[in-house]
């Protein structure tokens, strides 16, 4: 279906986003770094998409997390925000219970 192809594309092109501007700090496939792990059922569970949208978009005061979005100085459009949030939900089904993914805890071996 068209939509099944828009999602492959789109979380295609967020994975190559998210690879070249998320990855060094939230870890490789979101796995844990210096930032909050992504990739943990928690995080996934409880942020729905605009609130992802939203944190990358505008980044997140107090933190060093950026705005990556163009409105608040960043350099993704609004489409591109999109691919990276979809690739973030793709991780989503086998996404593990990472705890202290708040603090970039890693999954337990």
């Given at each position: 279906t068209a939509l099944r192809a828009q999602?492959?594309?789109?979380?295609?092109?967020?994975?190559q986003?998210?690879?070249?501007?998320?990855?060094?700090?939230?870890?490789?496939?979101?796995?844990?770094?210096?930032a909050p792990t992504l990739n943990?059922?928690?995080?996934?569970?409880s942020s729905?998409?605009?609130?992802?949208?939203?944190?990358?978009?505008g980044g997140v005061s107090g933190t060093e997390m950026p705005a990556w979005g163009l409105d608040y100085g960043g350099t993704f459009t609004d489409e591109q925000?999109?691919?990276?949030?979809?690739?973030?939900?793709?991780?989503?089904a086998k996404a593990p219970s990472i705890p202290g993914?708040?603090?970039?805890?890693?999954?337990?071996p």
């Open positions: 999602t492959t594309s789109y979380t295609a092109i967020g994975h986003l998210f690879n070249a501007n998320g990855s060094q700090c939230h870890g490789k496939e979101g796995a844990g770094g210096s943990s059922r928690e995080f996934l569970k729905p998409d605009n609130q992802i949208g939203a944190l990358i978009s925000v999109r691919h990276v949030v979809t690739y973030l939900r793709s991780l989503e993914w708040r603090q970039g805890d890693k999954a337990a």
